[in-house]
Structures are given as C-alpha cells and as structure tokens.
C-alpha cells in the first residue's frame, strides 16, 4: 500500500461514504462476499463507529448492498494508518476515489486485539454493544489472528482461547447460531464450544448481531480432514483388507458423530421447544421441493434425465403420517461443520445454509433435515478422491462401500441416542436426500463443475436403490 488516509483529515462519515463508494469494485473478490452471482447497483453506508481514533484509526462499517431486487447487509472493519502499513493480504487494501488508500481490518492483529477486550470490558460505543455472557472466563489482552478455512464468515482466534466469528452478511435480531448456542449451553450441553459473548449494533432501528465470541478448541480435528484421511487409507489399501481391520477406519467416530447429533437435537427440542406440522405444513414442504427440482433441472440438463424418478420420491413425503415433529435444527451439518475433542464430537455453526433467507434458516424443520445432510456429507468424504479422475468401477464400488458403512454407523448411533432410527422414516429421509442432492447439483453446477458427478452420482445411488 503506498498510499494512505490521514486520520485526521477526513471526517469520519465522509470516510465512510468514500468507502462505500468504493466498495462495488472491490467486494467481488472478497471470499465471503455471497453476492457473486449478480452485479452490485450499488452499495451505501448504512452505520458506522469509530472503534478507535486518532493514528491508527479503527471503524465499524455496516453498508447496504443492492442488486436488482436484492438488499443485503454487509460489516466491514475498516484499518488506516498514517505510517507502519501493516502487513496485511494485497486483496485486503482498497483504493478510494481521490487516490487515497484504507483496508479492512479483520487482518490486523493490532487493531482488532480490541474487540476482545470490549467484549470483557462490557463495552457500549455508539450504537454498538460488546457482551460478555454471563460468567464467562476471558482472558484479554490477546491479539486476534484471521483462520484461514474461514467459509461465509470471517473468524479471528485470540492466543488459543477464544475464537470471534464476524457474521459478514448482517440478518436481523439476534443471530440464529448465537440463539442456538446460548440455549444449548443453558442445558449444560458438552457438544458445543461455549458461547463466551457477542457484539451487536444497532441498524435501522433493531439490535442486530454481528459477532459472536466462543471458546477455540486449539486441539480439536476437523470432520472433513479425519473422514477424508480415512477415505484415503481405505481406497490405498491394496490388499483389500475389510475396513473394520483398517488403523483408519472412521465407522467409530461416524458412530459416536451420530449420538453427538441426536444428543444436540433432543436438546434443541427440550430448550426451544417443538411443534406438529399437519399435512398443509408437509405440502408446502413437499411443494418447495419439487419446486426446487424443476428450478434446478431447468439449469443443469444431467439433473434433468432424473427429475422424472425423483419426482414421485418428493411427492411420496406428501402420504407420511402426520403430524411431523419439527423443531430448531442445525441447517447446515455437514463433516466440515464437527469438531472432534478429546470429549468427544463439537457442532460448529449452527447459522443454517449461507444461501437459505433469513426466515427459511429460522424456520423449524424435522431433524431429519440434518440427518439427511450429514450422510450426504459421507458421500462427500467418500466420492471426492474421484472427482476428476478417469471413470473406474471398482474404486467407485469402494468409496461408495466406505459411505454406506459410514452413514449406516451414523445412524445406528443416531438411533441409538434418540431411541429410533432414522432410517425407520425411508420415505422422508430418502426424500431429504434427495432435495439435499438436488440443492448441491445447482451448487457444483454454479461453482464447481468438475464436482458435479459428486451428487449426480448419489442421485443415482438413491434411485436404484428403492426403499
Ligand atoms: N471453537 C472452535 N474451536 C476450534 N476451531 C473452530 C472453532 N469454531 C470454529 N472453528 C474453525 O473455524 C471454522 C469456521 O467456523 P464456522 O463457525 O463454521 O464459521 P463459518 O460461518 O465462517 O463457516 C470451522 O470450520 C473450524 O475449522
Ligand atoms: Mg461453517
């Protein structure tokens, strides 16, 4: 960066506003950006704080993004220096109109070391509140350091301890994943990394979340490496040994996986309650699938070869017998979003899909909806070793040999916890398979194209494979 703001210069709503401006060209290529898809209109500041002044200068920016019908909500923290550029990403800087320079912040660990120790201090600052939840153990005094799997959100780990997700895309109210975390909690629940406190501002006139502090888990391994790791052992094992005599064999932990999420479920439903969906309920649900199907077979023609066989899956949900129990659930489960400790399997994230509206990710739905997700996830493990990779039969037979003992682990462990099985309710977990496949081929079909053949060829599995 050779160019930057003089602090004292510019009057901080000017700042602002020149940000904003800016903003179009430079938000495209931010990884947490959710509106690639389209052209921004435009993009205004919609609230901002001064979190520190003078030289360095720390400011809280929440802007409004429009594109075509689409109004979103984005934060930003926003650095500038006078001297002592920090070493932050190139992608991190942005350029202003009158030539000057400022960049988002979240890189730079001396600016945002103050975020932690406003959540301990109990802060308010403008229409901004940094909490600590109620005794909370916080070590301050920590720099924050960005984690680099970061997906949607941007996340920052303090020393070791603590880890403060910046929700990026701001909803209203109190965010989901905070609601769902400080009711589990409550309960004394051991598959959750504690909620220690929250940042929320207020925009438009409503106390919005913006961050949420929990305790980082230094030790813990991601689902998605351990169950890749395994995959990997099982397909280079030439000998053919049977998985259960394999050092990597995962059907333990897919087991115990599936009591962690029964286990957060049953205590979903005692903290937040359940309701009955009748059959009006089921048939806006089994409408909302096939309406997705038809949207998605438009687009991607492979799909379209099968919307005929999936179809009468769908409408089958419609003759299951009502009521269906429905209650918060997690939204987005997948191995990516577990944690294994030494105690055992954590659930990370509970926000829902990034791409679902605020009101679809608070909606209650049948916890089968994350069960059904979770075993695609194993189809995910299982497959991702042959994306790109010449067709071959028998390593197809074996990675998809490795998903079926694996989501049958998970839901021996599952019913096991919650005293039935999942697999007990074909019709509507086959269903949920499906729809979830379905949302995943418009996904690859958007992102990844290579990885198409990932849920196209479990669409075929689910198909031939009847009830
Ligand atoms: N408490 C924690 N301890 C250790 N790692 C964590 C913790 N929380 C999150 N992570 C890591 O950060 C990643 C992103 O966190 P997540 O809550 O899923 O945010 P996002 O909404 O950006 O997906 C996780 O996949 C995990 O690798
Ligand atoms: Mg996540």
Redesign the pocket.
Known sequence: MSEHIEPSGIPHDELAAQVAAALPQWLPSQR?FGGKDREIDSVSAVSWTTLLDGDPLLLHLVVRVEQGDRRELYQLLIGSRQSQLPDVAAAASIGLEDGRTCYEASGDADLTACLLDFIAEGKRIGSMTFEHEPGADLTTGLRGHP?T???????L?YGHHH?L?L?RKLGSGVNK?LVLHRALHELGSQQI?EPLGSISAEVDGEDVTIGML?????D?A?GWVMATTSVRDFMADTAGLPPEELGGDFAGEAYRLGKAVATVHADLARALGTEQAGADDVRRAVDSMLARLERVSAQVPALARHADAVRPVLERVADVAVPVSTQSVHGDLHL??V?RTVNGW?L??F?GE?AASVAERAALASPLRDVASMLRSFDYAAQQLLVGQPDDPETTARAMSWARRNRAAFCDGYGKVAGQDPRDDAALLRALELDKAVYEVAYEHANRPDWLTVPMASIERILSEGE
């Open positions: 947490w984690i799997s970061e997906q949607s959100n941007t996340s780990v880890i997700k929700f994943d990394a929990q305790r980082f888990l230094p813990a991601d990516g979003q944690l954590l990370l994230d926000e990034p």
